[in-house]
């Protein structure tokens, strides 16, 4: 796969009236991992709708490899490459594993390779091969995350983004979900995670951005955030 840069530019916006997001601004480098980290209500999910079109922005611009893509729609977003895993992982439950997965290749460019791509999500996530046939809702929390990222992968992304991907996850889920993420990144993906686990998201972030209240309020390598006294404090829990 062919990474690529996920530039946002002064961007604003929320729900209506309610704004959420102010003057954000940070890049996502080619094949890096980038983490957003903040309390519940911050604004990275809103953050996250907004690159992937299923808000407007208000103001700012959202760019792929110096493109701008403000204007597009989601569906022409996941084409250039752009694709999100959303929190709460949102399969399909009534539908077999094999089914949920097919369903990440709709866009064009993915199509053609659907049953490559399918045998590489099986290898990558042996679980699921086992289970292809099993409705989603049986599986597991965290087999259920697994199926979400493979369906992400379905649709060829070049930029991946996770929102809350080990949220509500039993311990060794959870670590699952890290060393996928890690592995994903040794294969050229760009990664976008916004994630509440801050200790575990900093020791593999290349870049981390610190969010609160909508607003990017600190920023840098995961190691230097992570021994940030401000950041030990108010996340990880010690000073």
């Known amino acids: 796969m062919t990474a690529c840069r996920l530039e946002i530019i002064s961007v ?29 209500g911050a604004g990275k999910t809103t953050i996250m709708r907004i690159v992937t079109g299923l808000l407007p922005p208000e103001a700012g611009d959202i760019r792929l490899d110096g493109e ?22 949102l399969v399909f439950p009534q ?34 091969a ?15 995350q697994m ?14 983004l996770l929102d809350e991907p080990t949220l509500g996850l039993a311990p060794l889920a959870a670590s699952h979900v890290f060393d996928t993420v890690t592995h994903l990144k040794s294969e050229g993906l760009t990664i976008l995670m916004a994630e509440q ?9 290349d870049r981390a951005y610190v969010v609160e209240h909508g607003r990017i309020v600190l920023s840098g390598d995961g190691a230097s955030l992570a021994n940030d006294p401000r950041v030990r404090e108010a996340y990880i829990g010690y000073a």
């Open 12 to 40: 604003s916006g929320g729900y209506g009236a309610a704004k959420i997001v102010h003057d954000v601004s940070f890049v996502a480098e080619p094949s890096s991992i980038s983490v957003l980290i903040g309390g519940n």
């Open 68 to 89: 701008s893509i403000r204007g597009m729609r989601s569906s022409e977003r996941v084409e250039r490459g752009l694709v999100l895993v959303p929190e709460g992982r």
């Open 95 to 128: 539908m077999s594993v094999q089914e949920n997965l097919r369903l990440g290749a709709y866009a064009r460019r993915a199509r053609a390779a659907s049953r490559v791509t399918m045998d590489r999500v099986f290898a990558m996530f042996p679980r699921l």
């Open 130 to 144: 086992e289970r292809r046939r099993q409705l989603a809702g049986t599986l597991s929390g965290g087999e259920q």
């Open 147 to 160: 199926l979400a990222i493979g369906r992400g992968l379905m649709a060829l992304p070049r930029v991946m």
């Open 197 to 205: 686990d801050v200790a575990r998201s900093l020791a593999m972030a």
